[in-house]
Nanobody, 123 residues
Framework: QVQVVESGGGLVQAGGSLRLSCAAS????????MGWYRQVPGKQRELVAA???????NYADSVKGRFRLSRDNVKNTMYLQMNSLRPEDTAVYYC?????????????????WGQGTQVTVSS
């Protein structure tokens, strides 16, 4: 069974840094696009950054120049380096990986979400 697990959240002061990781495990054939999303209570989940299988990245305007997304295709892991953090970055961060894996009859490509990790930035 495929699993996607995040790590690296926590509490940090404004201006500080955190690095989030998102690792896929289980039996699968390949990973396509990956992305980080965040959500605060009462608001919709929003895209923070995404990376294609070829390494092309895309960032929300609010994090450009501060966050950097990368992936290690050998370790099946995605990393989000967050610098110059602001209180408005406080949210639960979720990772998503698009993974091709065996299904009951053949193979299937689906989005797999992590459980979420809390990032809190104090002022």
């Amino acid at each position: 069974q495929v699993q996607v697990v995040e790590s690296g959240g926590g509490l940090v002061q404004a201006g500080g840094s955190l690095r989030l990781s998102c690792a896929a495990s289980g039996r699968f054939f390949g990973i396509g696009d990956m992305g980080w999303y965040r959500q605060v209570p009462g608001k919709q989940r929003e895209l923070v950054a995404a990376i294609t299988s070829g390494g092309t990245t895309n960032y929300a305007d609010s994090v450009k120049g501060r966050f950097r997304l990368s992936r290690d295709n050998v370790k099946n892991t995605m990393y989000l380096q967050m610098n110059s953090l602001r209180p408005e970055d406080t949210a639960v961060y979720y990772c998503k990986q698009t993974i091709t894996a065996p299904s009951s009859r053949s193979i299937s490509t689906d989005d797999y979400w992590g459980q979420g990790t809390q990032v809190t930035v104090s002022s």
